[in-house]
């Protein structure tokens, strides 16, 4: 069984950056996709960026030039590198990974866009 664990949200400025990351512990076999959604208080979870193991990237159009994903096989993490954020980027950020056939969620992380 695979857990995910994420970290680096916070409250920040618009305009600041923040970086997330997760990390997958457990019984992990190969991870194919590596992906970023959020969950804005009313609305429905949506993709913000995806990375296939190759390095293959596609964002939210909403983020694209801002967000940068990226990952580190070795150490079963993914991050966020999250840069000249919105007041709209408020939301809770989970983190999704497919191994094998199994997809796991992360628990999620807070970010928080002051204006």
């Known amino acids: 069984q695979v857990q995910l664990v994420e970290s680096g949200g916070g409250l920040v400025q618009a305009g600041g950056s923040l970086r997330l990351s997760c990390a997958a512990s457990?019984?992990?076999?190969?991870?194919?996709?590596m992906a970023w959604y959020r969950q804005a208080p009313g609305k429905q979870r949506e993709l913000v960026a995806t990375?296939?193991?190759?390095?293959?990237?596609n964002y939210a159009d909403s983020v694209k030039g801002r967000f940068t994903i990226s990952r580190d096989n070795a150490k079963h993490t993914v991050y966020l590198q999250m840069n000249s954020l919105k007041p709209e980027d408020t939301a809770e950020y989970y983190c999704?990974?497919?191994?094998?056939?199994?997809?796991?969620w992360g628990r999620g992380t807070q970010v928080t866009v002051s204006s």
């Open positions: 999704n990974i497919v191994s094998g056939y199994t997809v796991t």
């Open positions: 457990g019984t992990i076999f190969s991870i194919s996709t």
């Open positions: 990375m296939t193991r190759s390095g293959a990237t």
